[in-house]
């Protein structure tokens, strides 16, 4: 007799989508700030047209200038109009949405001005029905953070989980966690004074990129490639995050954070994880971080004599970008003309476990780069060479790559043969694009990060013992270079692929950079 099994759908959670957020109040401290009007409410507006924001919801701008509600409301109106993925704006729903848009004026120390804060999200919540539900959004300078929730303590603000079972509040950290180990762990130390661990959200918005959840269902629901996934199939792995800007206006928070700081200990390190990690036991937040976790703790420190053989930097000078001439790093704003700070890395890494063991994933960030480009290439063991040696050309290797964006997809490179009487070999691809094939436009990462907040899944934000970890491996490297400034820079051409060291690093081993 033949039985048969139901099995649930383990990608279940992963996959579903239509979260219900809760009914509540989200604050953001520094919402005169570029990435409020840039991301966060463009965001929220979004998140309005889908239907996804909670039916009950407020929220409150917390900022040091003066302002009127209408004030910020015209200025979140302007920023929508310019920033949001959905254009026009949609006046309806626009003015639905502004009658819930509030501004609050207060120093981010001042107590008076946590008190009137409190009194006022209790008149809001009487008023949107928001149940004392709050998220502070901390989207200022990171030195203010701690100092922030002090005060959200002190006023009651946050509440005891072990007191309060009927409304919650919770926090979203914008990255940079801590600018090295030490202060990410002292920050730690402050704000778990007040804060519960599962009160915390630290936001890392490449987690909430619908091409990075996918990689999760990409490897974990696609047996033919989890099979093949590992040392005995796979040459090496490159990671790429290219951008063509500048730093801009950034001048000033750049020279402070740098390339390693800004894009590698989160946004690379987080990538890494996931093409490296273990299948979970389960799509539960807890199991996905652990497993997250055991990579960063496998990486290979890097070697304090020989580490300029396994992570460079760069700094890019003049050039060209899309046949516009462009500034050279040291003559940007607020940038010190003598500075060494570094807008390229390049790393090898090997993860040290049965899986990787002897799998190099080579890591290259950099800004002024010939276009924006996000990617994670995975190549293939060569085929045996015996069968081909007699034509004189080794076929290619297989090449699978996930492109993050733009142009987000995934392509498989393979080999054919040409029509014909010969038997010549040609390179091709076969390709997946998310546009065409979906149609729809994804949503954006922060509007994801956001609701997923609201309803409290902490899947997608960064766990303590992730950050750590990846401060572990990358804060002896911030050492090393303060005491060792770089021989030259700066050291590539912006519109180049970067500085030549980086193609010396992986040359050594035959191989050599993706062109993208
Ligand atoms: C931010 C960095 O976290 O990510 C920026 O601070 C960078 O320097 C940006 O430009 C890139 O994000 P995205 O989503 O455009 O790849």
């Not at 619908?210 to 990409?218: D, H, R």
């Not at 396994?310 to 003309?337: A, D, K, L, M």
Request: aromatic letters at 12%; charged letters at 25%.
């Amino acid at each position: 007799m033949v039985t048969t099994t139901e099995f649930k759908n383990p990608l279940e959670e992963a996959i579903k989508d239509n979260k219900i957020a809760d009914p509540c109040i989200l604050v953001i401290f520094g919402a005169t700030g570029d990435l409020t009007a840039r991301k966060l409410v463009p965001a929220l507006y979004n998140l309005a047209i889908e239907g996804q924001l909670p039916s009950h919801f407020a929220c409150v701008g917390f900022a040091r200038r003066d302002k009127t509600h209408q004030d910020f409301r015209a200025e979140m109106l302007d920023a929508i109009g310019k920033y949001s993925r959905t254009k026009p704006v949609d006046e309806e729903i626009w003015k639905n949405f502004s009658e819930q848009i509030f501004y609050h004026k207060s120093e981010f120390g001042d107590d008076e001005g946590y008190e009137d804060l409190d009194k006022y999200l209790k008149e809001l919540d009487g008023q949107f029905g928001t149940k004392g539900n709050r998220v502070f959004y901390l989207s200022t300078q990171p030195s203010f953070f701690p100092g922030i929730i002090q005060k959200l303590h002190q006023h009651k603000l946050i509440y005891d989980i072990n007191q309060e079972e009927e409304k919650w509040s919770r926090v979203i950290i914008e990255k940079p966690f801590g600018h090295d180990l030490a202060s990410a762990k002292s920050l730690q130390q402050e704000i778990t004074q007040y804060l519960d661990e599962s009160q915390i959200y630290r936001i890392d918005h490449y987690l909430g990129k619908e091409t990075v959840q996918n990689l999760l269902v990409f490897r974990f629901s696609n047996p033919i490639f989890e099979a093949i996934w590992n040392n005995r199939h796979i040459d090496h792995v490159q990671i790429t995050v290219a951008e063509d800007i500048g730093i801009g206006t950034r001048g000033k928070f750049w020279e402070e954070a740098g390339m390693l700081r800004d894009i590698v200990q989160n946004h690379m390190m987080q990538l890494l994880s996931l093409v490296g990690m273990e299948p979970p036991t389960s799509f539960k937040a807890s199991a996905i971080h652990n497993e997250k976790v055991k990579v960063m703790e496998s990486l290979r420190p890097f070697p304090k004599e020989t580490m300029d053989r396994y992570i460079v930097r760069g700094q890019y000078g003049t050039g060209y970008i899309n046949g516009q001439e462009v500034i050279s790093y040291r003559e940007e704003n607020n940038v010190s003309p003598t500075s060494n700070v570094e807008t390229f890395i390049a790393m090898e890494l090997f993860i040290d476990n049965w899986r990787w063991a002897g799998v190099p994933f080579y890591l290259r960030a950099g800004k002024r780069m010939p276009k924006k480009a996000t990617e994670i290439a995975i190549t293939f063991r060569d085929a045996p060479g015996f069968l081909f040696d007699k034509s004189g050309k080794k076929p290619d290797p297989n090449i699978l790559v996930i492109r993050i964006q733009p142009d987000e997809g995934i392509s498989l490179k393979m080999n054919c043969k040409v029509p014909g009487l010969g038997s010549p070999i040609q390179p091709v691809k076969m390709d997946f694009r998310y546009g065409s094939y979906f149609g729809a436009q994804p949503p954006e990462a922060y509007e994801r990060l956001i609701c997923d907040c609201m309803s409290g899944d902490s899947t997608l934000f960064a766990r303590v013992d992730e950050v750590l970890a990846s401060w572990r491996l990358l804060s002896p490297v911030l050492e090393a270079w303060a005491e060792n400034p770089p021989p030259k820079f700066p050291n590539y051409q912006s519109g180049t692929w970067g500085p030549a060291v980086a193609e010396e690093m992986i040359g050594r081993e035959g191989r050599h950079w993706r062109m993208i």
